[in-house]
C-alpha cells in the first residue's frame, strides 16, 4: 500500500463496536482485541461503543441511555442496556445458541424464540446509539464478533451508508452445520449487508463463503468478491495477532515469586507444562488433563519429573453448560491428583481465576511446555503468548492443536488431534525430551511467524481493506 493511501484511510474517524468495552486506562489486563483496537484509536483517534456494565430494570423509554468518556483522541461510548433483554441476549442467544453452533458443539446449541427476539432488539438498541453518535459518512466502522452479526442491517435500516466491516473472532462451522439452526438465512442476510466481512483462517472463510452459497445460491469470485441485493460485499481472512514485543518484555521482567517457584522447580529437575485459557467447553480441557495421566503412564520417567499447572478463569458462569464443564475439570483434576500425588508432588495444579497478564507473561516463560488442545477454537491468542515469552537462547516447545486457528500458521509447533488422547501424551513427552537445537530452531521460525503477522499487521490489513485500498 502506498503511503498516500495509508494516510487517506487514516484520516477517516474509526468507530469501532464490539459487545464489551476494553479498559483504555489499564490495557494491562487486556487480550487480543482489545490491545488490537486500542492502538488503532489511539494512533487516530476515533470512537469505541460496548455495552455498559450497568442495567436498567424498568422500562426506560426508547432512547439510548450513553455514557461517553472522552481519553486523549478516544471517546468511549457505553451503551446501558435492560438487564433481562441484555441476559437473553448475552447468556441466551449469543452464548447459548451462536457460540455452541459456530463450534461445531451442536448437541450444546439452545433455541428459544425469547433468545432471537432479544438478539435482534440489542442490535436495535446498539444501532440506534451509534447512528446518533456517527459523525457523517465517513466515518469507517468496524463491529466485532458474534454479539453483532445484524448490527449493519439495523444501521443500514436506519440510513446508515457508511462502510461497515465485520470481524468474527471465532470460528465460522462448515455449511452441513450452519444450517442446522433455524435462523440461517437471516444471519446470511446480515452478514451480506457489511463491506467487508473477516474471518480468521482459511477453513473459517471457505466455510463461510460455502455457507452463503449453500444458503443464497451466490458465489464468491476469485478475490472474495460478490454481489448481493445490488451491495458488493468482500470476504477474507485477517488472521489476528498480538503485540509480541509488548508481551516479551512483560514475560522477561516476571515477578519475584514466579521467578522462585521456576528455581525451585529446576532445583529439584521438574519441569512445567502450561495450559491458560478461559473455562470454556471448546477448550478440551478434562482432555488435556486424561493426555496428562497418560503421560504418566506410557512415560512413566515422567513421573515426580513433571507438573501440569492449568490456569482456567471462570467465565460465563449463567450458561448451565458452563457450570458441567467446571464440575467435570474438577472431577477430572482430582482423580488424577488422588492417584498419583505423593507427599512431594502434586501432578496437577489446577487455579480457577483470572491472573494479572505480566504474571502470566512469566509463568508461560517459565514452562518447558505450552499445551494448548482446543476441541474449536477461532485463533487461540495463548498460543502465540506461549512463543512471544520464551527465552529465545533456551525456549520451551509448544502442544497445538490442529483445531485451533493458530495452527495455520504455528506449522512448527508439535500439532495434534485433541480428540486422541494417546498421542497428545507423546507429544507432551517429545517436547519434555526435544534437544535445546531443535527447539531454537522450532522457535525461531514461530517467533518470526508471529511478528510478520502481529495486532498492528492484523488491524492495518482490516483497515486497508475496509477503507478499499487492501
Ligand atoms: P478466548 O478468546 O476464547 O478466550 P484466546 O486464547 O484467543 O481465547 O484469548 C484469551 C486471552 O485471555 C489471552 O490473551 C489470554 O492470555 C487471556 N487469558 C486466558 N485465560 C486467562 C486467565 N486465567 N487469566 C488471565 N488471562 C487469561
Ligand atoms: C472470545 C470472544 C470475545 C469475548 C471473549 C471473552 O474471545 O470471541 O468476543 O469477549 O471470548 O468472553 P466474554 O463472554 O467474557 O466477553
Given at each position: 500500500m502506498s503511503e498516500a493511501k495509508q494516510n487517506a484511510s487514516d484520516a477517516r474517524r474509526l468507530v469501532v463496536v464490539s459487545n464489551r468495552l476494553g479498559n483504555i486506562r489499564d490495557m494491562s489486563q487486556a487480550g487480543g482485541l482489545a490491545v488490537g483496537v486500542a492502538d488503532a484509536l489511539a494512533q487516530r483517534g476515533g470512537l469505541w461503543l460496548g455495552a455498559s456494565d450497568e442495567y436498567y430494570d424498568s422500562a426506560a423509554g426508547?432512547?439510548?441511555?450513553?455514557?461517553?468518556?472522552?481519553?486523549?483522541?478516544?471517546?468511549?461510548?457505553?451503551?446501558?442496556?435492560?438487564?433481562?433483554?441484555?441476559?437473553?441476549?448475552?447468556?441466551?442467544?449469543?452464548?447459548?445458541?451462536?457460540?455452541?453452533?459456530?463450534?461445531?458443539?451442536?448437541?450444546?446449541?439452545k433455541h428459544q424464540r425469547e433468545f432471537l427476539q432479544a438478539y435482534r432488539q440489542i442490535n436495535a438498541r446498539f444501532a440506534?446509539?451509534?447512528?446518533?453518535?456517527?459523525?457523517?459518512?465517513?466515518?469507517?466502522?468496524?463491529?466485532?464478533?458474534?454479539?453483532?452479526?445484524?448490527?449493519?442491517?439495523?444501521l443500514r435500516r436506519?440510513?446508515?451508508?457508511?462502510?461497515?466491516?465485520?470481524?468474527?473472532?471465532?470460528?465460522?462451522?462448515?455449511?452441513?452445520?450452519?444450517?442446522?439452526?433455524?435462523?440461517?438465512?437471516?444471519?446470511?442476510?446480515?452478514?451480506?449487508?457489511?463491506?467487508?466481512?473477516?474471518?480468521?483462517?482459511?477453513?473459517?472463510?471457505?466455510?463461510?463463503?460455502?455457507s452463503v452459497e449453500t444458503t443464497n445460491s451466490i458465489s464468491f469470485d476469485i478475490k472474495g468478491a460478490t454481489e448481493a441485493k445490488g451491495r458488493a460485499v468482500l470476504?477474507?481472512?485477517f488472521p489476528i495477532g498480538i503485540d509480541?514485543?509488548?508481551?516479551?518484555?512483560?514475560?522477561?521482567?516476571?515477578?519475584?515469586?514466579?521467578?522462585?517457584?521456576?528455581?525451585?522447580?529446576?532445583?529439584?529437575g521438574l519441569k512445567q507444562i502450561i495450559g491458560v485459557d478461559r473455562l470454556d467447553y471448546s477448550k478440551g480441557l478434562p482432555g488435556r488433563m486424561q493426555a496428562f495421566a497418560r503421560l504418566l503412564e506410557r512415560h512413566p520417567e515422567h513421573e515426580r519429573a513433571a507438573t501440569y499447572l492449568q490456569i482456567a478463569s471462570p467465565t460465563r458462569e449463567e450458561v448451565s453448560a458452563y457450570a458441567e464443564i467446571r464440575s467435570q475439570l474438577e472431577a477430572t483434576?482430582?482423580?488424577?491428583?488422588?492417584?498419583?500425588?505423593?507427599l512431594a508432588w502434586t501432578p496437577i495444579r489446577y487455579i480457577h481465576r483470572a491472573v494479572p497478564r505480566s504474571r502470566l507473561a512469566g509463568l508461560l516463560r517459565a514452562s518447558q511446555v505450552g499445551l494448548v488442545a482446543p476441541l474449536r477454537d477461532g485463533m487461540n491468542l495463548v498460543a502465540k503468548e506461549y512463543i512471544a515469552a520464551q527465552d529465545p537462547g533456551d525456549p520451551g516447545v509448544l502442544?497445538?492443536?490442529?483445531?485451533?486457528?493458530?495452527?495455520?500458521?504455528?506449522?512448527?509447533?508439535?500439532?495434534?488431534?485433541?480428540?486422541?488422547?494417546?498421542?497428545?501424551?507423546?507429544?507432551?513427552?517429545?517436547?519434555?525430551?526435544?534437544?535445546?537445537?531443535?527447539?531454537?530452531?522450532?522457535?525461531?521460525?514461530?517467533?518470526?511467524?508471529?511478528?510478520?503477522?502481529?495486532?498492528?499487521?492484523?488491524?492495518?490489513?482490516?483497515?486497508?481493506t475496509l477503507a478499499g485500498e487492501g
Open positions: 426508547d432512547e439510548p441511555l450513553i455514557r461517553v468518556e472522552r481519553l486523549g483522541k478516544i471517546e468511549m461510548a457505553a451503551l446501558a442496556l435492560p438487564r433481562e433483554e441484555y441476559s437473553l441476549y448475552y447468556n441466551g442467544y449469543a452464548n447459548s445458541t451462536l457460540w455452541p453452533l459456530f463450534h461445531y458443539r451442536l448437541d450444546l446449541v440506534k446509539a451509534l447512528a446518533g453518535l456517527l459523525s457523517g459518512n465517513n466515518d469507517l466502522i468496524w463491529i466485532h464478533d458474534y454479539h453483532l452479526i445484524p448490527l449493519a442491517a439495523e436506519l440510513g446508515v451508508g457508511n462502510r461497515i466491516g465485520f470481524f468474527l473472532h471465532i470460528s465460522f462451522p462448515p455449511p452441513d452445520l450452519f444450517v442446522a439452526t433455524p435462523d440461517h438465512e437471516e444471519l446470511i442476510d446480515d452478514l451480506l449487508q457489511y463491506d467487508v466481512v473477516g474471518l480468521q483462517t482459511e477453513t473459517d472463510l471457505a466455510n463461510f463463503r460455502r470476504s477474507r481472512s509480541v514485543d509488548s508481551f516479551a518484555r512483560m514475560a522477561n521482567d516476571a515477578a519475584e515469586d514466579v521467578q522462585i517457584d521456576s528455581m525451585r522447580r529446576q532445583i529439584l483434576a482430582g482423580s488424577i491428583n488422588g492417584k498419583y500425588a505423593d502442544v497445538l492443536s490442529r483445531f485451533a486457528g493458530a495452527a495455520e500458521e504455528l506449522a512448527e509447533s508439535l500439532i495434534v488431534n485433541p480428540y486422541a488422547v494417546d498421542e497428545v501424551a507423546d507429544a507432551i513427552a517429545k517436547a519434555l525430551k526435544m534437544p535445546l537445537e531443535e527447539r531454537t530452531a522450532r522457535h525461531g521460525a514461530l517467533l518470526k511467524r508471529i511478528s510478520r503477522n502481529d495486532a498492528a499487521e492484523w488491524r492495518r490489513s482490516f483497515l486497508a
